[in-house]
């Protein structure tokens, strides 16, 4: 018979473990000494210390399920139970029993876990749909619609929620999107319709303009280039394949009609600015007729020097006024030593204007009496009545004798 402090061999062979609940069977061993018999379940026995030592490391450092890890502890357990082996089984028991606990325990922390990432799962999808409805009313096409693209992605790179839940946030996301490209096709759609209108109005611009590049009538041309213009800027744009052609097209006729002007407008400008000169030397040789002394000599020569400014062209519209000022101011001169001159050799004129003379003296005569005749009543305000008439009058009066004047009286 041999023993240790967890089991002993009797005389029949029969191996006996001890446990708290007292000696249990653990087999019989005939092939050997008791001592190996001890040492062959001793051995069975760190077996299972070993795999229990291994099943605590990993329900503590990886990811088993606690499905597994409870199917690995049973099926250990059922071996504790057994008493196949030699050793303290209720210290395993103990150890087992830990395990569930810590089974139980990371089951729950995962179940929280989950929880926690469901929950931030399903703020991080409604915060998608937000964005996504939001994103569905824009009118920048290409950045809203790059922007939902990437909110798929974000979409698939999240965990499900249940079902319910997760078909009801995609229901709303995917509404949206369909959405957004229902608004940007009709967008688009119509923008194809008006670049269309524009490419046929453009068309019919360049077919008007290149059928006036050929044009001579100048003035009438270039103005209908202008209002060609503002029509092209108020057509919009046309496609783009279109676009580029017609405005070349549009371009090139104007610049056919305007490089045309240009040459003639330069040959004229060089023909006006010798007109200019032309024009310059007769004013100044109108000007040396004044001031006037010889009327009839100077309105001979002054008609000579006109004569000779009828015959030459037009000069440069700016330098126009100029020169024409010089010339009117030169004939206006000629004009009032005529009208000085027809007033000296006027006697009915110069009766009237003594006539007028005499009437307005007398007027002037009797207010001045009557001013004075109110002021020594003391009714001052007929008295400036009646001075506010008489300075009307005597105004008139010093005309008159002005006028007179030239008569030489």
Same mark, same amino acid.
């Given at each position: ?10 005389e029949t062979g029969t191996v ?14 005939? +092939? ?32 088993? $399920? ?10 250990i357990r059922e071996q504790v ?23 139980? +325990? ?11 990432? $469901? ?35 974000? =979409? ?8 319910? $839940? ?51 009538? =100048? ?27 017609? =405005? ?37 040789? +109108? ?95 007929? +008295? ?26």
């Amino acid at each position: 018979m041999s023993s240790d402090p967890w089991g002993r061999v009797d005389e029949t062979g029969t191996v006996y473990v001890r446990t708290a609940d007292g000696e249990q069977v653990v087999g019989s061993w005939q +092939a050997g000494s008791p001592e190996e018999a001890l040492a062959y379940f001793e051995r069975k026995y760190e077996g299972l210390v070993v795999e229990i030592g291994l099943l605590e490391k990993r329900v503590k450092t990886t990811d088993l $399920s606690a499905k597994d890890a409870q199917a690995a502890i049973d099926h250990i357990r059922e071996q504790v139970d057994a008493h196949h082996v030699v050793g303290d089984l209720d210290a395993l028991r103990v150890r087992l029993d830990k395990l569930v606990e810590l089974v139980e +325990a990371r089951r729950e922390e995962r179940k929280a876990q989950r929880a926690k990432q $469901s929950d931030e799962a399903r703020h991080a999808k409604e915060a998608l749909v937000t964005e996504a409805e939001e994103l569905s009313q824009s009118d920048q096409w290409r950045a809203a619609g790059e922007r939902l693209r990437a909110l798929v992605d974000t =979409w698939k790179g999240l965990p499900r929620l249940d079902r319910k $839940s997760d078909d009801e946030l995609w229901h709303r996301f995917s509404h949206a999107r369909s959405a957004f490209s229902k608004r940007r096709k009709q967008h688009f759609a119509q923008l194809d319709a008006q670049r269309e209108e524009a490419r046929k109005t453009k068309e019919r611009l360049v077919s008007e303009a290149e059928a006036l590049s050929n044009s001579t009538d =100048w003035g009438v041309t270039a103005a209908r280039y202008r209002e060609l213009m503002a029509e092209w800027k108020a057509a919009g744009r046309a496609q783009r394949e279109h676009e580029d052609d017609l =405005w070349n097209r549009f371009r090139g006729a104007q610049d056919v009609f305007f490089a045309a002007r240009s040459s003639v407008f330069a040959e004229r400008d060089a023909e006006q600015s010798e007109n200019l000169k032309l024009k310059e030397e007769l004013a100044e040789e +109108a000007e040396k007729l004044l001031p006037v002394t010889d009327l009839k000599a100077a309105r001979a020569a002054f008609r000579n020097v006109n004569e000779r400014w009828e015959a030459i062209g037009h000069v440069p519209r700016d330098a126009r006024p100029k020169v024409e000022g010089r010339m009117h101011a030169v004939e206006r001169a000629i004009q009032e030593a005529e009208e000085a001159e027809w007033r000296r050799t006027n006697p009915e004129a110069r009766a009237r204007a003594e006539g007028l003379t005499g009437q307005l003296q007398a007027a002037v005569d009797k207010l001045r009496g009557q001013v004075e005749q109110a002021r020594a009543q003391g009714n001052n305000a007929k +008295a400036d009545k009646l001075q506010r008439e008489l300075d009307g009058r005597q105004a008139l009066l010093d005309q008159a004798l002005k006028g007179l004047q030239e008569f030489g009286g």
